[in-house]
């Protein structure tokens, strides 16, 4: 359970910082990555994702425009496997790109006030919008040693695993957590997360993508939902008449309400079948998740 005050801050722990750089660095993420590169500037950041010829997940990834470089955050879990993709097809390209471990990732979610901004603002690396837990916030990329120092700016820090439960009770699904690679990309939401373009050159999984979303083949989505009571474990079975779908988390708010992640046919949302837990648990659904 996590109390909601005015602002939360909170060291994310569970993202990795990498930072890219190089004359084609751009015309080489173009041929990989799901977002049109174009549309990333200073101002506006992207999030995509990297995926293989069949069209499965391997990594997901915020880009910002920091100049001379840029400046990614992925999963700690997948940073690895991110770098190694990256790298092994990037022969006759003039790159350098890499985990950057005296970079952190800070998550400010809720009212900042203007003058604290401009005090911390120095000691910001980087920063991007995300409203991952409240209605609007932001995620600053920060050298390790001045974390701390900036978190004491704010009254209310919380760990990442409260975070994460806020990030739930919001309704922001997150790869590696509420969805893993055995979900096709396309059936957890990278179209309402702003994730891909269907206009950009070819990259790798792109026919898959693209057949996917022309040919109606996207059947299912990841909702924001609601719960009637807190289940023993997640994930577990959503039913209608018959097992249909996945509540993949569920997190408990300050007033006891309960909120989750579930992935579920559109169809069946569509028809507006009543869903429930095996153990009588019902479930309502609140919107598809969203960027």
Known sequence: MIKTPTTLAC???????????????????QSQITQDISLLTPENPIYTAILTPQGKMIADMYIMDAGDELVMITGKHHALAL??????????????LGIVESLTMLSIQ??????????????????????EAYSHGAWWVVEHRYAAQ?????PHVCTDTEMEQARIIHGKPRFGMDWD?????????????RGVSFDKGCY???EVTSRMHWRGGVKKKLYHVSLSAMPEQTPCPIQSTVNIGTLRRAA????????????LPIEVVEQGSPLSLE?????????ACHA
Not at 83 to 96: D, N, Q
Not at 150 to 154: G, H, N, P, Q, S
Not at 181 to 193: D, F, G, R
């Open 252 to 263: 408990l708010d300050e007033k006891s309400k309960v909120w989750g992640i579930a992935h």
């Open 279 to 287: 153990n009588t648990i019902s479930i309502k659904i609140l919107e």
């Open 150 to 154: 900036i978190l004491a700016f704010f």
């Open 110 to 131: 809720g009212d900042l006030n203007p003058t604290e901004i401009t005090s911390m603002q120095a000691m910001v690396y980087a920063s991007m919008p995300m409203s």
């Open 181 to 193: 690679t055995s979900i096709q990309p396309m059936n957890a939401n990278l179209i309402e997360m």
């Open 83 to 96: 770098v190694e993709r990256l790298r092994r097809f990037s022969m006759g390209h003039a790159i350098r």
């Open 11 to 29: 060291l994310r722990s569970s993202y990795q910082v990498l930072k890219a750089s190089g004359d084609d660095i751009r015309d080489y993420l």
């Open 204 to 206: 790798v999984g792109q």
